[in-house]
């Protein structure tokens, strides 16, 4: 448990009073944090991850908005330390994710109205609980609502090295799918293969290696139900180019910010289904649904075993966001990383 003292109340924050470039308008700000009233919940933050989406918001390009001045950070996670007097539902020890859109994760403090947040187990990683919301739930939904997959089945995904990516592996590992995994070539290509494996990846492939391949021709492997995209432009293309008829294609992602561009026969002769999917959605359907905590009982009890890690991750203290910034905004990807603010040393 964090220690916390009542006349220590300051709080650092990641501020932005303009949407734009975040490494000019995102500024380090102090405030004091007062008590919460009765309906509130102070919070004092453990680690909050730096996301393309947080990136995107704070650009003011990103389909959820929030009003200035704003705290960025969607997701993240955070322990109770004081609640307010009509309070029930949660307790100083307690873990906390956000409930709620745009919710301002990075800062070291904060009260909160409790219907904002959501409790989480506090015997976890901090680090895989705090991305619980996005990644770890996307793969989990994709994997779940637009096939009807069965152990044996095959799916099929680029940036297989993703951070989403990679909890696709450990899902499919853990509900006996088959995962062809397609990747970009780069000089340390055999170590990001052996890494992915372990994971639990049945193939791992270059997108070179992918327009080569013979696996499904021959029959080695069956051709997949389902087909993950978060790339787009030409990798997109050649994935679905390899579904069984009547398969499904589900987006999520544009990393090589281009379009996807599906062949006029896929529709025609092969009937392939072209779905998005954007976990924002799903949880403003879902938000109360025994399925959204269902959801999230199965990704706790598959980190709890060990059955669902992290990505590669590195924390970052507070004072050096624009380190997170940068890494998080490169377009290369290459590195299967996540950054996060760690929100325990601010300075």
């Known amino acids: ?137 996307t793969a989990y939904r994709m994997l779940r609502d637009f096939v009807n997959l069965k152990p044996g089945d095959v799916v099929i995904q680029n940036g297989g ?21 397609v990747v970009r070539d780069r000089p340390e290509i055999n170590g990001l293969k052996s890494y992915l494996e372990s994971l639990g990846a049945d193939y791992v492939l270059t997108e070179e290696e992918l327009r080569k391949t013979d696996i499904f021709k021959t029959n080695k492997v069956p051709k997949p139900n389902l087909a993950l995209n978060c790339v787009g432009g030409r990798s997109a293309t ?20 281009e379009p996807v561009t599906i062949p006029t026969s896929a529709f025609i002769f092969k009937d392939i289904c072209f779905r998005g999917y954007w976990m924002t959605r799903w949880t403003r359907l879902n938000k109360q649904s025994e399925e959204r905590q269902k959801m999230f009982d199965d990704l706790c009890e598959y980190m709890r075993s060990g059955k669902l890690k992290a990505p590669e991750h590195e924390l970052i203290r507070l004072d050096n966001f624009p380190e997170a910034i940068m890494k998080t905004s490169s377009v290369q990807g290459y590195i299967g990383c996540k950054y996060l603010l760690d929100l325990q040393k601010s300075n």
Request: aromatic share 6%; charged share 20%.
């Open 161 to 181: 090295n993703s951070a989403c990516g990679q909890n696709v592996i450990q899902i499919c590992r853990i509900n006996n799918l088959i995962s062809v995994n």
């Open 1 to 137: 448990m964090i220690t916390f003292q009542r006349q220590n109340s300051s709080c650092t924050k990641l501020a932005f009073r303009q949407f734009g470039d975040p490494l000019k308008v995102l500024k380090l700000e102090e405030e004091t944090v007062s008590a919460p009233k009765a309906d509130e919940v102070l919070v004092k933050f453990i680690v909050a991850p730096v996301n393309p989406a947080d990136i995107n918001l704070i650009q003011g390009v990103y389909p959820v908005k929030v009003e200035l001045p704003a705290v960025g950070g969607i997701e993240g996670v955070g322990e109770v330390i004081e609640v307010g007097a009509n309070v029930n539902n949660f307790k100083p020890g307690d873990w906390i994710i956000p409930n709620a859109e745009g919710f301002g994760t990075w800062r070291t403090l904060g009260v909160f109205k409790s219907e904002s947040l959501f409790k989480v187990p506090n015997d976890l990683n901090a680090v895989e609980v705090a991305g619980l919301s996005s990644n770890p739930s």
């Open 238 to 257: 050649e994935i679905s180019r390899h579904l069984a008829d009547h398969g499904t294609m589900v987006t999520y992602g544009g990393m090589s910010r």
